[in-house]
């Protein structure tokens, strides 16, 4: 029987004997896919190289289907799309199919087949954030595959959350340590 395995990103409320954490609100899980159907192994079904290698045939067989630059009121965003489950899950790999230089970053998932990025260069990191929280939330809550409603700085593969909320003055967010910085010296 031929089979393969893909990691899979999901809300976190995912059952746990399934999971493993991977980014505020998202955890991770190895499915099967073979001629039979497709499931979710169990926690103790797979080791560390399993997890590696599910993670390696993402990498090569789940890159996006198609990447468009979007204009968000002067911030271009990058939108990578794949028509499958696992499309979020390239997400470690965004440096294999976008210019994404020494600072990382900012990131969402809102959809299971869907990444978007803003790669930090000198665009405003605060007026890239500002932009993708409100499309990040709607694309989030519109579905279908909805995934995450939070907007991450990536850097080397990592999700760093960045919380955020809307305030008085309109979106609000705080910055992790090493963005912060990023942020003061663009100012």
């Known amino acids: 029987m031929q089979f393969d395995v893909r990691i899979r990103l999901t809300p976190a409320d995912a059952p746990s004997d399934h999971v493993r954490?991977?980014?505020?609100?998202?955890?991770?899980?190895?499915?099967?896919?073979?001629?039979?159907?497709?499931?979710d192994l169990r926690i103790d079904e797979i080791d560390d190289p399993s997890w590696n290698s599910?993670?390696?045939?993402?990498?090569?067989?789940?890159?996006?289907?198609e990447i468009n630059t979007i204009d968000a009121n002067?911030?271009?965003?990058?939108?990578?799309?794949?028509?499958t489950l696992y499309g979020a899950s390239f997400v470690p790999f965004l440096r294999d199919v976008v210019d994404v230089g020494g600072e990382g970053a900012l990131v969402?998932?809102?959809l299971v087949h869907s990444v978007l990025v803003h790669p930090i260069?000198?665009?405003?990191v605060v007026q890239a954030a500002q932009a993708m929280i409100?499309?990040?939330?709607?694309?989030?809550?519109?579905?279908?595959?909805?995934?995450?409603?939070?907007?991450?700085?990536?850097?080397?593969?990592?999700?760093?959350w960045i919380p955020t909320y809307f305030g008085r003055d309109g979106v609000e967010f705080h910055a992790p340590n090493g963005l912060a910085d990023l942020i003061a010296d663009q100012d």
Do not use: C, N
């Open 21 to 39: 954490p991977f980014a505020e609100g998202v955890v991770q899980s190895v499915s099967l896919r073979s001629a039979e159907g497709e499931r």
């Open 54 to 65: 599910a993670w390696g045939q993402t990498r090569t067989l789940e890159q996006p289907q």
């Open 74 to 83: 002067g911030v271009p965003l990058m939108h990578l799309f794949s028509d």
């Open 108 to 110: 969402s998932i809102p």
């Open 121 to 124: 260069t000198e665009v405003s």
């Open 134 to 160: 409100p499309i990040t939330r709607q694309v989030h809550k519109s579905g279908p595959g909805s995934l995450s409603p939070h907007v991450y700085w990536w850097r080397d593969g990592s999700l760093t």
